[in-house]
């Protein structure tokens, strides 16, 4: 059976805001292509796909006359949680930061 409530999703830019990336968003899609969260063209890989963390999602974009549909990843609240440890983990703060 369906959930009548469709999941929370966050792009990778509120990821990197919530999660206190130190570089900022465009070292953090490199980070997450570097860690195979994602794919050469910014998609989730299949095992990401599958473990919950991240869902691909089309939005559709005008051009010229016609629209079109193009890829977007978005994140599940799992994947933050998730995605949250392993930065941490990565990056832990000083104990005066903390």
Aim: aromatic share 12%; charged share 30%; proline share 5%.
């Amino acid at each position: 059976m369906e959930s009548k409530f469709q999941e929370v999703t966050f792009s990778i830019a509120e990821v990197a805001k919530m999660t206190r990336f130190p570089d900022g968003e465009y070292k953090f899609f490199e980070w997450l292509r570097k860690h195979r969260f994602l794919l050469k063209n910014n998609q989730p890989s299949d095992f990401q796909i599958k473990r919950g963390w991240f869902v691909l999602e089309s939005k559709k974009v005008g051009m010229g006359n016609h629209l079109r549909e193009i890829p977007v990843s978005r994140v599940t609240s799992k994947g933050l949680a998730g995605l949250e440890k392993t930065i941490n983990r990565c990056f832990p703060l000083c104990k005066p930061c903390k």
